[in-house]
């Protein structure tokens, strides 16, 4: 009978830890910044490409080398995980820039290239530390030239893996939507 009320116990405090991890979003860092700011216009759009994942390292080690110690269903797992965390993502720039993400004219769709460098597991326990997870980011210029490049990193303490990775991306994606708000002003129009 006392089992019941500690996984009870340890969901509430699994669903406390999560709603404290989704805060504003992560805070954006310039890599390098083009000059003058290319987004002074009448109008823009933006398409996101695909999160790009090669070259990732999960725990400090390649995410071959992670899996290749994994059971299958782990592996399953993790890849349905990764698809996720994905499309909270997107999801989080669609709904924060729903008007630059309207298709628009070649002349003035800008591209944003997420790639996703490092993912730390975390863990929950008496002691838990945050999954975090860091992406680099390119802001293409409609002819393909790199104007922005950002880096941000997010980490979220909840109960599974697959929270944290969910909650890192929507944070994630709350910080390129304040970078898009903050420096673009096409975007406001």
């Known amino acids: 009978m006392n089992k019941p009320q500690f996984v009870s116990v340890g969901f509430a405090f699994s669903a406390l830890s999560l709603v404290v991890g989704c805060g504003g979003g ?6 390098s910044r083009t000059q003058p700011t290319a987004f002074a216009r009448p109008r823009c759009h933006l398409v996101v490409e695909p999160l790009r ?4 390292t999960v725990d400090g080690v390649p995410e071959a080398q992670f899996l290749a110690e994994k059971k299958p269903n782990q592996v399953m797992t993790f890849r349905r995980d990764k698809r996720e965390a ?3 993502f ?10 630059v993400l309207l ?5 003035d769709t800008f591209v944003l290239r997420p790639t996703w460098t490092a993912w730390e597991v975390g ?5 838990s530390h945050p999954g975090t997870a860091r992406i680099q980011v390119d802001v293409l210029s409609p002819q393909g030239q790199l104007l922005d490049r950002l ?9 599974t893996a697959e929270a944290r990775m969910k909650s890192d991306f929507v944070d994630l994606g709350k910080g390129v939507s304040r970078y898009i708000s903050d420096n673009w002003s096409c975007a406001a129009r």
Request: charged share 25%; proline share 5%; aromatic share 12%.
């Open 90 to 99: 997107v999801s989080q720039i669609r709904e924060d820039q729903s008007k």
């Open 53 to 56: 994942q090669d070259g990732l």
């Open 86 to 88: 994905e499309e909270a």
């Open 151 to 159: 880096s941000l990193e997010a980490g979220t303490k909840a109960y």
């Open 103 to 107: 298709p628009g004219s070649p002349d």
């Open 123 to 127: 863990g929950f326990t008496m002691f």
């Open 26 to 31: 992560a805070e954006y860092n310039f890599v």
